[in-house]
C-alpha cells in the first residue's frame, strides 16, 4: 500500500505525480525546516519502519536515536539502517528523557496523534528537555478543528485504539511557556491525494493480499482509507507541520 520508503504519513505533493517522489518531497521539507547539517544530533520520537531516519542519517549525514513500541516496525527499521549511525529503541517516548545530552533536533512524524490529551504536555516537557539551545523541533500531525477528548469509536476499535486528534489550541496549551512556535504549515489537502493513492495501491494489491485476510477486513480498510480521504478533502481534518525552538534564534525565515 505504501510507497518504497514505507512511510505511513502524509505526502508533499507539490511537483510530484507518484507516490513515491511525494513522499521523498515530504522528507526533503522535513530537512529543510529543520536546517540540518551534518554531524547534528536527531532525536525521533514514533520512528514508523525507518524511512525518515534512513533518509536523515544517509542525506544529511546525522545520528539518529529513534524510539518506537511497535516490535515489528523497530525489527525492520533496525535492518533497514545497519550500516547507519542510527539507534532504533524499542521503547515508549517518555524513555527518551534518560537520553544523555541534548539533541540539535527533535522530529515526529504521525506520533502525537497516538499521545492522548492527558500527556500533551508532558510530551512538550520532554522536547523542551531534551532541545538544545537554538534548536529546533518538528512536529507533523494530523488535527481536528475542536478540541476533544476521544476519537471515532469505530477507528478506535478497529484501526488506531487510543488514538485522538489533537487541536491547534490543545497543542498551544501544551507547549505555552515551553517552547515558541516558529512555524505552523497546513498540509491537509495532501493527505486527501496520499489517501487516494493509498487506497489505488491497496486494491490493485487485493488479488495478492486476499489469501491473506478475508472479504470483511477489505471493507473494512477500504472504508477507513476512504472516510479518512474524505475528512481531509470536507476540511474537517487538517495536516499540520509545526517548527518549535526555545526562543533563542536570531529569526526563523519560513520554508517555502
Known amino acids: 500500500m505504501l510507497d518504497a520508503r514505507m512511510q505511513y504519513s502524509c505526502a508533499f505533493w507539490e511537483n510530484a505525480t507518484t507516490l ?4 521523498l518531497h515530504k522528507l526533503q521539507l522535513i530537512a529543510r525546516k529543520l536546517r540540518l ?5 536527531v532525536l525521533e520520537l514514533g520512528g514508523g519502519f525507518g524511512g525518515l531516519a534512513h533518509f536523515l542519517a544517509s542525506e544529511y549525514q ?8 511497535s516490535e515489528q516496525q523497530v525489527s525492520y527499521a533496525r535492518e533497514l539502517c545497519r550500516d547507519l549511525p542510527v539507534r ?3 521503547a515508549d517516548y517518555r524513555h527518551a528523557l534518560h537520553e544523555p545530552a541534548p539533541f540539535d ?10 499521545v492522548g490529551y492527558r500527556n500533551y504536555r508532558a510530551l512538550a516537557e520532554l522536547i523542551a528537555a531534551q532541545l538544545a539551545p537554538r534548536g529546533l523541533c518538528l512536529l507533523q500531525t494530523i488535527g481536528a478543528n475542536h478540541s476533544e477528548t476521544h ?7 478497529y484501526i488506531f485504539p487510543g488514538g485522538m486528534l489533537p ?3 490543545q497543542i498551544g496549551r501544551a507547549c505555552e511557556g515551553l517552547l515558541v512556535l516558529e512555524d505552523l504549515h497546513n498540509l491537509g489537502p495532501h493527505y486527501d491525494r496520499t489517501l487516494m493513492a493509498w487506497h ?13 485476510y478475508n472479504d470483511r477486513f477489505f471493507r473494512m480498510w477500504t472504508y477507513y482509507l476512504l472516510s479518512s480521504a474524505a475528512a481531509f478533502r470536507a476540511r474537517t481534518q487538517q495536516l499540520w507541520q509545526l517548527v518549535f525552538s526555545h526562543g533563542d534564534l536570531p529569526g526563523y525565515v519560513r520554508v517555502t
Open 105 to 114: 533536533r527533535i522530529v515526529s512524524v504521525g506520533f502525537l496523534e497516538h
Open 151 to 157: 476519537t471515532d469509536p469505530w477507528l478506535d476499535r
Open 88 to 90: 532504533f529503541e524499542l
Open 167 to 169: 487541536s491547534l489550541a
Open 62 to 69: 546525522c545520528e539518529v536515536v529513534s524510539y518506537s513500541i
Open 20 to 23: 513515491d517522489d511525494a513522499q
Open 200 to 212: 489505488r495501491n491497496f486494491t490493485r494489491a487485493w488479488p495478492t493480499l486476499q489469501f491473506n
Open 37 to 41: 547539517a551534518p554531524g547534528m544530533r
